[in-house]
């Protein structure tokens, strides 16, 4: 059974940083692409970042270039998203995704996904 289970979600100030991470089981990690999305209410999931399989390449929604950063960890099967600099506008549910037909360069994975973790960023 795959499952993707996200954590590391909550309430932070403007400016604070959060560590989600996505531990993963049921599928050959190393040959999947991975990412990250997000859903504020009212509005569409969008992309966030995403890695290649085996994290040649990676992806960074221009909102988030240079704030957020994708990891992988092939010891552990699990896919984190660090996020500094956080935004009120950064507030919305965070999903973490695993496609192995996936672009993680261009964030495109629609194959398996977690339940998502709230992230609050108050102002």
């Known amino acids: 059974e795959v499952q993707l289970v996200e954590s590391g979600g909550g309430l932070v100030q403007a400016g604070g940083s959060l560590r989600l991470s996505c531990a993963t089981s049921g599928f050959t990690f190393v040959d999947y692409a991975l990412g990250w999305f997000r859903q504020a209410p009212g509005k569409e999931r969008e992309a966030v970042a995403c890695?290649?399989?085996?994290?040649?390449?990676?992806y960074y929604a221009a909102s988030v270039k240079g704030r957020f950063t994708v990891s992988a960890d092939y010891a552990d099967h699990s896919v984190s998203l660090a996020m500094d600099d956080l935004k009120p506008e950064d507030t919305a549910v965070y999903y973490c995704a695993a496609d192995i037909w996936g672009d993680g360069s261009a964030c495109r994975l629609d194959e398996f996904w977690g339940q998502g973790t709230q992230v609050t960023v108050s102002s």
């Open positions: 890695i290649s399989s085996a994290s040649t390449l990676k």
